[in-house]
């Protein structure tokens, strides 16, 4: 079946299975690969993109419930000449990614998380980013991160 | 140009920009002209003959490629997985060796056992064919645990391994040891078990393979920490391709932790179907595949005594463990409870005589082998769960008893093989006492006691053996290959740098840290130096990251590489200064006479070795580009202090870890907000061991009851705190950076001092590992009757 939406700003369609999940519509057909995919069963967030300005788990929701919805990936939160988001500037100020695959879901997830909570504390933080594992920094740093994010956002 | 030595200064990552952007390139968002994809049909059975496998149906699926099996594999000669390191028993036999099959042949020995490989157009076409092969088991019984494999009777899972052991291992002095223990004022005994964990990178493994007919090359694009190994193994001993002939590259990797060196059989099937088919195949893992299929970590039961003099000084100490190698043995399993493991068991201490026995055991389990600290966490367990407990038997304070016994003059011959270089144990422990507030805790206590809460302080003071490793040492412990390290600095005309390193980073920052060592040695900035690391048609050779022994042994390799580039400088500066080679000195970037102000700065020697007009050519080859191996003359012995305070509910069982603090010795930092987040890391894979992980396996069905995140709990950022970390500094003695690794102390040194920190609060001799909400609630309410 055909569906159509907006990627980052670009609409657009293509023809994909019924079954295709969001995440594989992302990647493979839009060839957009910073979201990524850590596990089967939706419990570690690598692939959180923002559906309609929300934080959504592309692997767990088909490609054809995003029928019109306004998408935003990980390469679509940098400015066009570059300038990393705050969220994605506070990551690396802070050290908050080692190996960085978990990183653009964390990083998108941070970024609803600010949204949504204004000016966290530590716990805050911690509870909200509780649908998103990393397993390299021990989320010491991401806590700096998001904390230090929130004050520039 | 002194701002040019970052050394010891936290610059920021120069990998960040792409991870932050989506711009890294993992394996599986590597997709070739003509990409083909694969699934593999794996065992749901953890023990059983495979009678026939049907593909007839599958074959006839949409998008189908090929099928293979361990019966194509075997026609072939493919041979099965190798094991690179040769434990040799008590009885001076070599350890059982049993066929690793690429792909069951006539048999699957755990669950998630390869046993067919189905290529097809898309991945779910090859999922759903995959799930048309139809094979006939018949299931056997089946053991998953280390003391019922040994027991008699129990199923043997290979015939060349009969009662299921693959070797008895010992090391240390048996009648000193049992001498000291008989006459010693108290011996400590503790039983437990050091729980199997696994390692979980969040990016699961991935192989992408293809081969080019026109000159009988592959590529294999691979999830890896040591791309030169990889192929080295295939190549060498179970494909029989000529080495040159296959590029094996580890392009960005989504964490290791030990679980991403192995050569695993994925790889191997991919690379020798690629030919087959004669297109590319990617493969991978689903989640649930990882858990049943990457190599596990720990699983030992281990019985340790300490024996102590009336004053608390330790005499002697005694361990015996039996170890799991699961259902085959991985590329490194038989070292790591072995040569990783006993070596450790002196600790920090000065204990004279240590007995160590060890059987690897095969279960009909995934295999195990080096995850995060490799041996060395499951060493540093048995001896500070022994030496806390001593405390409290003896009636000693815990930092106290530690104190008498710590090793305080170097070089320190243990009595389990090694010799620790350098280090200051009393200094580490003092400040983490400080920082810890150790002396607040009796206040916070008895706060805590008033809002019905138990709170408890443990100590742990670990010691590890990194920057593996001494080649000649290691080849006579057994070990197959070789432990060095390559590098190359290649200095470009303009004077930027290259270098290329056979250390491979998966999350640890080397092109920042690598960048630094080599911008301040040749006084130039960072930005002028990139690092090129995990390809094989890139560098010339290398031994990979693991054991924490990137920066000791690899940067090493470099600064050998640069000391040679600043010789070769040295003579270019000198025919173009007119001088005498031997009074040309070369700092900050800048290459001088002595004694004048007659100078060259780098970057023009850099020129003149590329533009070699006005050049010493009877003397001197142009070009300014060097090499260097490096292998190590001792291990590293990174050490350090860790305190944990946690607080116990004992109505509903949660221990909050309130407080965690790690002071290491790593020798000297070039980058301190890398070496932090090293710590953090390995911190939260510890606490993750001792309260929230462990796999779990059915004994009865053999069953993987923790195959997924649902029910394998690893820790997420509101199980953990945040840390206070601090260093103490003594330079390592044998490699030109003083340093000493920093990538395992964290999951080496936390699960004892959590676990002593738990059953101090409860005031309990012991509690197993994972020590969950319901564990703790039943050893905090076993006094009460039900």
Known sequence: MKISMTVNGKPVSAEVEARTLLVTFIRENLRLTGTHVGCDTSQCGACTIHLNGRAVKSCNILAMQAEGADIVTIEGLAKADGTLHPMQEAFREHHGLQCGFCTPGMVMSAVDLVKNHPNPSEETIRAELDGNLCRCTGYHNIVKAVKAASAKM | ?786
């Open chain 2, 1 to 786: 140009m002194g701002d040019m030595n970052s050394i010891g200064v936290s610059v920021k990552r120069k990998e960040d920009y792409r991870f932050l952007t989506g711009a890294g390139t993992y394996t599986d968002d590597v997709t070739l002209p003509h990409q083909s994809y694969a699934a593999f049909v794996r065992s749901p059975h953890a023990h059983a003959k495979v009678k026939s496998i049907r593909k007839d149906k599958a074959l006839k699926a949409p998008g189908v490629v090929a099928i293979f099996t361990g019966e194509d594999l075997a026609a072939a000669k493919v041979g099965g997985l190798p094991c690179g390191w040769l434990i040799t028993d008590v009885n001076a036999q070599p350890m059982k060796e049993p066929a690793h099959p690429c792909m069951a042949q006539g048999k699957v020995c755990h669950i998630g056992d390869q046993v067919a490989v189905v290529i097809a157009e898309t991945y779910d076409q090859a999922r759903d064919a995959a799930e048309l092969v139809e094979v006939d088991y018949e299931v056997l019984p089946a053991v998953v645990d280390v003391v019922s494999a040994l027991k008699q009777g129990a199923p043997v899972i290979h015939d060349a391994a009969p009662g299921n052991s693959c070797y008895v291992w010992a090391l240390g002095d048996k009648g000193a040891v049992d001498k000291a223990m008989a006459a010693a004022a108290h011996v400590t005994k503790l039983e437990f078990v050091n729980n199997r964990l696994i390692p979980n990178a969040i990016e699961p493994r991935a192989v992408n393979a293809s081969y080019a007919r026109h000159d009988e090359s592959y590529t294999l694009y691979v999830a890896n920490q040591n791309p030169h190994v990889e192929r080295l193994l295939m190549t060498a001993f179970v494909l029989g391709l000529p080495e040159q002939k296959v590029r094996v590259i580890a392009p960005d990797v989504g964490g290791g932790f030990g679980s991403k060196i192995f050569l695993y059989a994925e790889d191997v099937v991919l690379t020798w179907a690629s030919k087959q088919v004669n297109r590319p195949i990617k493969w991978t893992a689903e989640r649930s595949e990882s858990f049943m299929s990457d190599a596990h970590g720990r699983d030992h039961v281990t019985t340790a005594e300490l024996a102590l003099d009336k004053d608390g000084k330790f005499l002697a100490m005694r361990v015996r463990t039996a170890a799991a190698m699961g259902a085959y043995l991985s590329t490194f399993a038989s070292s790591v409870p072995t040569i990783l493991y006993a070596t450790l068991l002196a600790g920090q201490y000065t204990t004279p005589a240590i007995y160590a026995e060890v059987t690897g055991v095969f279960t009909n389990t995934v295999p195990v082998d080096a995850y995060r600290g490799a041996g060395r966490p499951e060493a540093t367990y048995v001896v500070e769960r022994l030496v806390e407990t001593a405390a409290r038997e003896m009636k000693l304070d815990p930092a106290e008893i530690r104190r008498r016994n710590f090793i305080k003059t170097f070089p320190y011959q243990t009595p389990v093989a090694l010799q620790y270089d350098i280090g200051d144990y009393e200094a580490t422990l003092a400040e983490a006492m400080k920082i810890a507030d150790v002396a607040g805790f009796p206040a916070r206590r008895a706060e805590a006691a008033k809002r019905g809460k138990k709170r408890g302080l443990g100590y742990s003071c670990y010691i590890e053996a990194c920057g593996l490793a001494p080649s000649s040492i290691a080849g006579a412990l057994g070990a197959r290959a070789g432990l060095f390290e390559s590098g190359e600095v290649r200095v470009h005309p303009t004077g930027k740098v290259t270098v290329f390193t056979g250390s491979h980073s998966h999350g640890q920052g080397h092109e920042t840290t690598f960048a630094q060592v080599v911008a301040s040695r040749l006084g130039i900035p960072v930005d002028d130096v990139d690092v090129v690391h995990g390809d094989t048609g890139r560098i010339a050779f290398g031994m990979g990251t693991y054991g924490s022994r990137s920066l000791a042994v690899g940067g090493t390799a470099i600064v050998k590489a640069l000391d040679k580039v600043v010789n070769k400088g040295k003579k270019i500066a000198a025919h173009l200064l007119e001088a005498s080679d031997t009074d040309i000195e070369f700092k900050d970037g800048v290459f001088t006479v002595a004694g004048t102000d007659k100078a060259v700065p780098f970057g023009a020697v850099a020129l003149t070795a590329y533009v070699p007009h006005n050049y010493p050519h009877d003397k001197l080859e142009p070009g300014l580009n060097e090499q260097a191996f490096y292998d190590p003359t001792n291990f590293t012995f990174p050490a350090g202090s860790h305190i944990c305070e946690v607080e116990i509910d004992p109505d509903t069982g949660i221990t909050k870890v309130v407080n965690f603090t790690a002071v290491d010795d790593f020798g000297n930092i070039v980058n301190p907000m890398i070496v932090e987040g090293q710590v953090h890391g390995g911190l939260t894979q510890g606490i993750g061991q001792a309260l929230t992980e462990g796999c779990v396996y059915d004994k009865e069905s053999g069953q993987l009851m923790t195959g997924s995140y649902l029910d394998y709990c690893m820790p997420r950022a509101d199980d953990v705190p945040s840390y206070k970390v601090g260093t103490k500094v003594t330079a390592c003695t044998h490699n030109p950076l003083g340093v000493k690794g920093c990538g395992e102390a964290g999951a080496i040194g936390s699960p004892p001092a959590l676990i002593n920190a738990i059953t101090d609060a409860l005031g309990i001799r012991e509690i197993e590992m994972p020590a969950t909400p319901e564990r703790v609630w039943r050893a905090a309410n076993s006094n009460k009757k039900a």
